[in-house]
């Protein structure tokens, strides 16, 4: 089992930045990770996902350019720099674990861990 801890959400305008975090209790051999978010009355959807061992990222086309999903061998986390923010990426952020191998690794991914979540708010 692993579990996942998030943090670094909080309110904000828009226009600032935020970074998150998601603490993993132990190492993920051949690590997929990624973040979810879920704004209210909407289906969950992928923001960026990281396969660790080759670095392949994937990103929403609603994110590029804007966030940045990067790890933390040495501290078993994961990342997601928020920068420009936007209020349609208010929403509770989620992270997510597994192991894959590469071709497995992306926004449909079935992962089998989940953190609590942390909740970004982007006002006007």
């Known amino acids: 089992q692993v579990q996942l801890v998030e943090s670094g959400g909080g309110s904000v305008q828009a226009g600032r930045s935020l970074r998150l975090s998601c603490a993993a209790s132990r190492y993920i051999f051949d690590a997929c990770l990624a973040w979810f978010r879920q704004a209210s009355g909407k289906q969950r959807e992928a923001v960026a996902t990281?396969?660790?061992?080759?670095?392949?990222?994937y990103y929403a086309d609603s994110v590029k350019g804007r966030f940045t999903i990067s790890q933390d061998n040495a501290k078993n986390t994961v990342y997601l720099q928020m920068n420009s923010l936007e209020p349609d990426d208010t929403a509770m952020y989620y992270c997510?674990?597994?192991?894959?191998?590469?071709?497995?690794?992306?926004?449909?991914?079935?992962?089998?861990?989940w953190g609590q979540g942390t909740q970004v708010t982007v006002s006007a």
């Open positions: 997510a674990a597994d192991t894959t191998t590469w071709r497995q690794c992306g926004p449909r991914t079935a992962f089998r861990y």
């Open positions: 990281i396969y660790t061992p080759m670095n392949n990222l």
